[in-house]
Every structure is written in C-alpha cells, then in structure tokens.
C-alpha cells in the first residue's frame, strides 16, 4: 500500500467525510448490526399499528423489571417504571443517580406510520362487490396504496362496551384485502400525480358473495356482516366505536444480494422507536434520570391526548419532580431530548430534490439533524450549537457512525417531527434518526448498519454524564 501524501492527511483532518460503515467497522461490529435487526424485523412483523406497538414495548418492560409508575410512591435510582397513555402511547422510565432537580435524558421517538384508516361508517355494496370506504392517515403518495395487498388491524368496542381485536391478513392462510385500481388500457384521464388515485377511490375490495340463493338488494354486505357478526360478534353500528386500519400485509425483508437492507412498511418512525425502547432497557442504573418516550399522532401534527403536543410528556415529569418537591419547570429546564425521527436518505435515482452536500446517505450511520421545517425553516425547533456540540461528543466518545442531514433543498418541502413540541417545554432538543428511502411509502428502506448505530447512539445518550 503506497504511503499518505502530506495532503491526503491533511484532508482526512481537516475536511468533514462520513464513511460508509464497511469503512469503518469490522467484522464483528457489523454482524452486531446484523444480529440486531432480526429482533428488529420481528417486532415490525408484530407492530403494525401504534396499539400494537404500545402493547408490544409494554409486555416487554415488564418482563425487564418495569412497573406501572404510582406518583404516590417513592423510587430509588435504578428503578423502573412505565406510565401508559390510552394505549397508544408509553413511556419507559429509569430513575437515576442524580436528583431529577439536576434534569434527566429523553428519548421521543413516534410508532405512528401513514396507513388507510377505516370510516366511522365503512361497509358499502356496488355491482355485487364489497368494500370499505377509508380515510388516509397521514402523508401519503395515494398511487402506491392500490394492488397490494392490505392487511386490517385494530379494535372494535361493541355496544355493551366489550372490546375485540381484530388481526386478519398477516398468518398464512388468512385472506388479505385490497384498493382496486384501473387497467391502463382505460386510463386515459388526464390528472396530476396527486390526483391519479383520489382519497375517496382509495376503497378496499372485502367480498363478492351474496347471502343466501334468493336476489334481492345488498345481499353481499349482509353475506360479510354475517360473518364479521358470527367471528367478532359485531354489527354494522359498532363500526361508529371501532378504530380500524388498513397497513400492507407483506412482512419485513432482507433487501439486495448482499442482505444490507431492510424493507418493510413502517420504518417510520419504528426504526427510532425500537432502537430506542432497547436502548432504554440496556441502561440500568443512569447517572440522570432516563424518559423514553414512544408516542402517538406524530404523522397528522402530534395532536390529541396521544400526541406530543399534548401535557402527558410534561404532566409526568411533573409527576417524578413531585416526589422529590421539585416543580416540573424546574426538571424541563435542565433536561435533554433526542427526538429520534427518520430523515430523508440520498437516492441517486432523484438526485435534484436534495442538496448532496448536506444529505443523509445510508450506511453512513444516524443522521444529526440541527433543524427540520419548510422554507425558511417553518415549523421546526432549530437545536443550539451548544448542545449539537455535546450530542456529537457522544456519539464520537461511543465510537457511534453518524453524519448530519436536512430534509432536501431549501425550497424543496421539508417536514416536522415532536422536537418542537418538547423544545416548547424548555428542553434542549435535536432531532436524530435513521435515514430512509421511499420515506411514508408502503414499502420502505433501510440500511442495517444504521438501525444498529441508532441503537448505539442512543444507549451513548441515556447513559452520558
């Protein structure tokens, strides 16, 4: 190997060069990364919904020592509480050696992912075919959601106040469902990108066989209602109390020969959320009090009684402020966040949206993202250089891979995460993530190398002094 000129490392010194992670590390840190993401895939394969991955990260506290918090208890450092938020969003707490008074570390990260959400009133028949009609859940690309198959989760709380479950499209041999779409051959209308599936077309086929031998008017919807009446015990009024979504029923995958790649529906933003809740679990006696939180809503604005734009995050930290006779104000203004949200991956496919210089490539670990918004930065928390300064020494000292991003060219887009919701708590925020390809599609990627660098990242956080 031919020695370094006296510019090459100059360079390698002076110039900012995220590496790809093969570059950097070996082979025992990648297959790290790769045994971490089979536990990953799984968990997507079982959390489709924000219920299922409240539900999920709960059965797993407890099974790791975590308990449901009382606010008229006493903790001592290394205990381990979780507070539920109607079952759609958690946090995970770790009390720390430090008073709360001194602040505590938190994690954000959201396990809401764009889908179809069913209508409070969904079940209709036309030309012998029936369907639900459905009303979108956040940003999406309405063209990619026809022809591939749908999966339907949920809950459904019938008329005496009971409540079902309902999971139907993800075990081999259950019967999955779809959003028809027209042939080419007749699709002739001259409609923008926006409109080439309108939101109230997105309707999904479920059944095509009337009840009974005998004709007669909406005989199919009776045939399906029938059996939606016979396996839940359900009828067509309990729709108006259900709360049913409709999500791709294909499961997580390898992608590209080499297996570097994960695709899957909803990576965001549970591709933060599960290096988070793992690395909430591997730390077990803090210096500073630990928060993870797991939250609802983010993808329609963070609002309602699940979203970050809510008091939950703030009203609990009052609570654990409490017990030591500290005001929650006072426990804010010292605290730290990482808002762990995905960023926009460089594709070389669509290289014009994104300025190169200051994108997110994957492999080259999470992305340090000082601000997000639109324009001129609308919309966002825009982090200080101070505490940007002290995230990058942690990750540096954990000898974790990252790289800083934006959300594309100024004039581009950009988009939104629950920094802002937290930094208006008083907090030192920053947003942190993995970088995504074909961000809020049904189908998205990730590279594993960064999946597991979130983790460590993240464990470097909860775990600094």
């Known amino acids: ?19 790809h992670a093969n570059y950097v590390c070996d082979e025992k840190e990648i297959a790290k990364a790769d045994k971490f993401c089979v536990d990953y895939m799984n968990y997507l394969n079982t959390c489709r ?80 075919l029936g369907f639900f009609k459905t009303h979108y859940y956040g940003g999406i690309k309405k063209y990619q959601w026809p022809t591939i198959p749908l999966a ?18 993800d075990d081999e041999g259950d019967p999955v469902f779809v959003v028809t779409d027209l042939l080419p051959h007749l699709d002739k209308h001259d409609r923008n990108m926006s409109e080439v599936i309108k939101g109230e077309e997105l309707n ?56 570097s790649l994960i ?51 703030k009203q609990f930290i009052g609570d654990i402020a409490s017990l030591e006779g500290l005001h929650g104000r006072d426990v804010l203004r010292k605290s730290e966040c990482l808002s762990a949200d995905v960023n926009a991956g460089f594709d070389p496919t669509f290289p014009s949206v994104l300025d190169k210089m200051n994108a997110a490539y994957l492999n080259r670990g999470i992305v340090l993202t000082k601000y997000t918004g639109a324009r001129g930065k609308s919309g966002t928390n825009d982090a200080n250089a101070e505490f940007v300064s002290k995230v990058r020494t942690i990750f ?43 961000m809020h599609a049904p189908f998205e990627v990730v590279a594993k190398t960064d999946v597991y660098m979130a983790y460590k990242g993240f464990k470097a956080f909860l775990e600094s002094k």
């Open 1 to 19: 190997m031919s020695k370094k000129t006296e510019a090459e490392l100059l360079s390698e010194k002076l110039f900012y060069t995220p590496q």
């Open 152 to 169: 339907l989760h949920g809950v459904i709380y019938r008329a005496d106040g009971s409540c079902v479950n309902v999971r139907i499209g």
């Open 396 to 438: 540096d000292k954990s000898a974790t891979l990252w790289q800083t991003g934006e959300l594309g060219k100024v004039d581009e887009g950009g988009g939104g995460t629950v920094a802002k919701y937290i930094a208006n708590l008083g907090v030192n925020v920053v947003d942190v993530g993995v970088p995504v390809l074909s």
């Open 49 to 128: 919904t924000e219920r299922e991955a409240a539900a999920f990260t709960r059965e797993l506290a407890e099974k790791n020592g975590y308990t449901e918090f009382d606010s008229s208890k006493k903790y001592k450092a290394g205990d381990k509480v979780y507070y539920n938020v109607h079952e759609k969003a958690l946090i995970l707490c770790t009390f720390g050696k430090q008073s709360a008074g001194k602040g505590t570390k938190i994690l954000a990260a959201h396990i809401d992912s764009p889908r179809l959400d069913l209508k409070p009133n969904p079940l209709y028949e036309d030309s012998e």
């Open 263 to 313: 695709g899957s529906y909803g990576h965001d933003d549970r591709v933060c959320a599960y290096p988070s809740i793992m690395a909430a679990l591997a730390v077990k006696k803090p210096e500073y009090t630990t928060i993870t939180v797991v939250t609802d809503k983010e993808e329609i604005g963070s609002d309602g009684n699940t979203g970050l734009n809510s008091s939950y995050l």
């Open 204 to 259: 999904i086929l479920i059944g095509s066989r009337p009840f009974g031998k005998e004709k007669g008017d909406k005989l199919v919807k009776l045939n399906i209602m029938k059996l939606l009446n016979e396996k839940y015990g359900i009828t067509e009024a309990d729709f108006l109390s259900a709360e049913l979504e409709a999500v791709p029923a294909f499961k997580a995958v390898d992608i590209g020969f080499d297996r």
